[in-house]
């Protein structure tokens, strides 16, 4: 399986980006996804957390009411739309199942500026 995430940028505190995240196989629709994100210097995070079904989502205290997860499972794709983003949403953020299974793609980066 591949992952490839994409929508990322660099946008003011306050602004909205919406992230994308592609998978290869036949298998996407069976495995809960989620968003991770690494901030220079730290560990790597997850965010953001979405059932197999898309029924059922979970999210850190950090993100809870300004990010929002969801996925098109007939089109192998996970979405992850980011408003009110802050500073300190600043990283690379990355998807993968939960827990991860796969290799990590590339990653999209995200910068906000104060």
């Known amino acids: 399986v591949q992952l490839v995430e994409s929508g990322g940028g660099l946008v003011q505190a306050g602004g909205s980006l919406r992230l994308s995240c592609s998978a290869s196989g036949s298998t996407f629709s069976m495995n809960a996804m989620g968003w991770y994100r690494q901030a220079p210097g730290k560990q790597r995070e997850l965010v953001a957390r979405?059932?197999?079904?898309?029924?059922?989502?979970n999210y850190a205290d950090s993100v809870k009411g300004r990010f929002t997860i969801s996925r098109d499972n007939a089109k192998n794709t996970m979405y992850l739309q980011m408003n009110s983003l802050k500073p300190e949403d600043t990283a690379v953020y990355y998807c993968?199942?939960?827990?991860?299974?796969?290799?990590w793609g590339q990653g999209t980066q995200v910068t906000v500026s104060s």
């Open positions: 993968n199942t939960v827990p991860r299974r796969y290799y």
């Open positions: 979405i059932a197999s079904g898309g029924g059922s989502t």
